[in-house]
């Protein structure tokens, strides 16, 4: 779906720190949402957690910068890291150009997929929240 | 929220208050100068790569990773820093990016034009003069629960060390560096033909950043803070943090937003050509060719370079400017094509033997 000129795909779910997930099969692929990308701007570096290190819904696990600002990066799902997206580590615009795509982020085995996905935001969850930010954001300027 | 108006603080500590206060939760405005000087990478730098370290190394130069970003610089007594830290739940202050830059920025700013000098804040997220220099870096990130903000009031400012520290692939490109953050990189000093009193300074900077946050309670470096940094210190020197790996070169120096430096080296079948060019906007706005390559006729060779001056750093816009010039001139360069010097600009890095 569509929310003010963002996207946010029906299939993903979403957390407040702006990321998503994306149950494939055992594993769970997680990113950043296109509505927090456009916010950053050009992303120019990601550092990802190690393959096989624990990661906890809500917790830092990452981070990445744009503009010479250093964000976090959220886990969505508990779980260990399976897999990242090293192609991001030597094009990190790709987040920018593909947010739910070629810029995924982090893969994880989930531990407790089944309680952590009751927290998180679809439908019109989502849209209440991602307009309640937009708000926000526009307040600021 | 708290005002550290701490003064000059010896080496790291200056740089090591921020993220102590952060991890503790802390809001505050910390204003700061290092009493000696240091060299500062940012977050995802990697020093090797960034830093000459040898040269550091034989003049008692420490360096830092800082946990904010932006690229490396070197930081001394004539900069006065202004480090803010807000909780990211604090409804007064901007969570947004681009509105923590635009409107934290406003104190120096004004600080600025107290002084005499209309400064404002760029797009690129650094402060620039009227005439386009630019007169303060700034950068950010979260720490902790936190969100922080720094940047620095540039009284004076050391070029030739700044040069000197930063790894460079030859003395060309250092010299090349150092002409343009002399043209492009301004300080109270040089706009107002001397440096003002750092008191006044700072406190006009309080002052201006009390109209933002209001009334701001000074307070003291405690030991609770003195051990969080200290705490700190031993991670932020550890030579697991400080020679973090990054995946990606740096392909130039950056000298304000928007303008970098770069280096291009390629072995043509004719010989080895370097470039180094100034790059604004994706455009180059000087360059400078060099190598072991035939090229006639010879003083040729500078008007190839002023006919790439305003050229598009794109492949195809430089490799037919080049081609152009070689027929309008007939240029014989054996063993030198346009396509080879198109490669040496476009494929640049700054170090060449990676």
């Known amino acids: 779906m569509e929310i003010d000129g963002y996207q946010f795909p029906d299939d993903l779910y979403y957390d407040k720190e702006h990321y998503w997930c994306r149950v494939e099969g055992d594993a769970v692929v997680m990113g950043t949402t296109d509505f927090a990308q456009k916010m950053a701007g050009e992303i120019v570096y990601v550092q990802f957690p190690l393959v096989g290190k624990s990661v906890t819904q809500g917790k830092p696990c990452g981070a990445l910068e744009s503009g010479k600002w250093v964000g976090r990066i959220y886990a969505v799902v508990s779980g260990k890291v399976v897999e990242v997206n090293e192609e991001l580590e030597d094009n990190p615009e790709l987040v920018n150009q593909g947010p739910y795509d070629r810029g995924w982020m982090i893969k994880v085995e989930p531990s407790n997929l089944e309680e952590d996905l009751k927290s998180l935001m679809q439908g019109d969850d989502l849209v209440q929240f991602v307009k309640s930010e937009i708000i926000r954001v526009a307040a600021e300027k | ?354």
């Open chain 2, 1 to 354: 929220m708290y005002l550290f108006n701490v003064g000059k603080l010896s080496g790291q500590q200056s740089m090591l208050i921020f993220p102590a206060l952060a991890t503790m939760g802390v809001e505050a405005l910390i204003i700061v100068s290092p009493k000696v000087p240091l060299a500062s990478i940012g977050y995802f730098q990697d020093a090797e790569r960034e830093i000459d370290l040898s040269f550091c190394r034989e003049h008692g130069i420490p360096f830092m990773r800082r946990e904010v970003g932006g690229g490396a610089t070197y930081l001394d007594e004539n900069q006065i820093f202004y480090q803010l830290i807000w909780r990211r739940s604090n409804p007064r202050l901007p969570i947004q990016m681009r509105q923590i830059f635009e409107q934290l920025s406003i104190p120096a700013c004004e600080t600025y034009r107290k002084f005499g000098i209309e400064a404002s804040f760029r797009e690129e997220n650094d402060i620039v003069t009227r005439g386009g220099k630019k007169i303060a870096g700034e950068g950010g990130g979260d720490i902790g629960d936190c969100m922080v903000f720094v940047g620095g009031i540039l009284l004076d400012f050391d070029y030739e060390t700044m040069a000197k520290i930063l790894k460079v692939p030859d003395e060309k490109f250092r010299d090349k560096l150092y002409k343009s953050m002399e043209e492009n990189l301004t300080t109270m000093k040089r706009e107002l033909g001397k440096v003002p009193p750092r008191e006044e300074v700072v406190r006009t900077l309080i002052r201006e950043y009390e109209k933002l946050l209001g009334r701001l309670q000074p307070a003291e470096m405690d030991n609770r803070l003195v051990e969080r940094m200290r705490t700190l210190e031993k991670r932020f020197t550890s030579d697991q943090f400080l020679y973090k790996k990054t995946p990606r070169k740096p392909k130039g120096v950056k000298i304000k937003g928007g303008l970098e430096i770069r280096y291009g080296i390629h072995k043509a079948k004719g010989g080895v050509i370097r470039t180094v060019e100034e790059v604004e906007r994706k455009s180059i706005n000087k360059i400078g060719i060099s190598g072991d390559f035939q090229f006639y006729p010879k003083e040729d060779l500078a008007s190839l370079e002023l006919e790439l001056r305003r050229t598009e750093f794109e492949e195809e816009k430089v490799c037919n400017k080049i081609q152009q010039f070689y027929e309008a001139h007939r240029i014989q360069a054996p063993g030198v094509m346009p396509e080879d010097f198109t490669t040496a600009i476009l494929q640049s890095q700054r170090d060449p033997s990676e």
